[in-house]
């Protein structure tokens, strides 16, 4: 099984400011890699897929890099509404999810 | 639209059959991969499986001996069965659409795929109880 890895475990971060989340997998993942944001009560919301294509509708705001076992999903100039737990994915092998970073005032 | 709702019981006695099912609209369930996932506290999310709208399931081997997922083609519809149910299957259910960009992998001699999630049902709590 391919292990993720999320970090940090929350972010605490200002309207306007860059926020930087990392997912490393415990094995190379090409760029089979996913990112979903989740607010309480609300399923997974897709927003990246093959690691830096994002979903439609995203905001460009929101973008995605790395490849192999080392990700990056980056939230620039950060607006109200971004605040929620975010998640990477793996479907390399299998599939399988991160622990989650929450992203807080 | 696509869209996706999850129905079934939400308490289920422990050592019983959970079952549920994602009634799939505004869209054909034919030519995608439909998947069950669930999240807890304790699990975080964690993928059950897919079936393919041809019928070929692939399930998680942590839980394949207790799962069995099926199609409906002409009910737009698809199923999840768990069986011996205990309290550590208390979770979110959620059901969703497999992306089409996704990879193939080769596993027990076969070819499968997996992918992302890009359309959610918005899930349904099932508690197990003793």
């Known amino acids: 099984e391919v292990v993720m890895t999320q970090s940090p475990d929350t972010l605490s971060v200002s309207p306007g400011e860059r926020a930087t989340l990392s997912c490393r997998a415990s094995?190379?993942?090409?760029?089979?890699l996913a990112w979903y944001q989740q607010k309480p009560g609300q399923p997974p919301r897709l927003l990246i897929y093959?690691?830096?294509t994002r979903d439609t509708g995203v905001p460009a705001r929101f973008s995605g890099g790395g490849s192999g076992t080392d990700f990056t999903l980056t939230i620039s100039n950060l607006q109200s509404e971004d605040f929620a737990v975010y998640y990477c994915q793996q479907y390399n092998n299998w599939l399988t999810f991160g622990g989650g970073t929450k992203v807080e005032l | 639209q696509v869209q996706l709702q999850e129905s079934g019981p939400g308490l289920v006695k422990s050592s019983k059959t959970l079952s549920l099912t994602c009634s799939v609209s505004g869209g054909s369930i034919n030519s995608y991969y439909w998947s069950w996932l669930r999240q807890s506290p304790g699990k975080g999310l964690e993928w059950i499986g897919y079936?393919?709208?041809?019928?070929?399931?692939n399930y998680n081997p942590s839980l394949q001996s207790r799962v069995t997922i099926s199609v409906e083609n002409s009910k737009n519809l698809f199923s999840l069965t768990l069986t011996s149910v205990t309290a550590a299957d208390t979770a979110v259910y959620f059901c969703?659409?497999?992306?089409?960009?996704?990879?193939?992998?080769?596993?027990?001699?076969?070819?499968?795929?997996?992918?992302?999630?890009?359309?959610w049902g918005k899930g349904t709590p099932v508690i197990v109880s003793s």
């Open positions: 079936i393919h709208h041809s019928g070929r399931p």
């Open positions: 969703a659409r497999a992306g089409t960009a996704g990879s193939y992998y080769r596993a027990e001699g076969r070819f499968f795929y997996s992918s992302y999630m890009d359309v």
């Open positions: 094995q190379s993942v090409t760029t089979n």
């Open positions: 093959g690691a830096s």
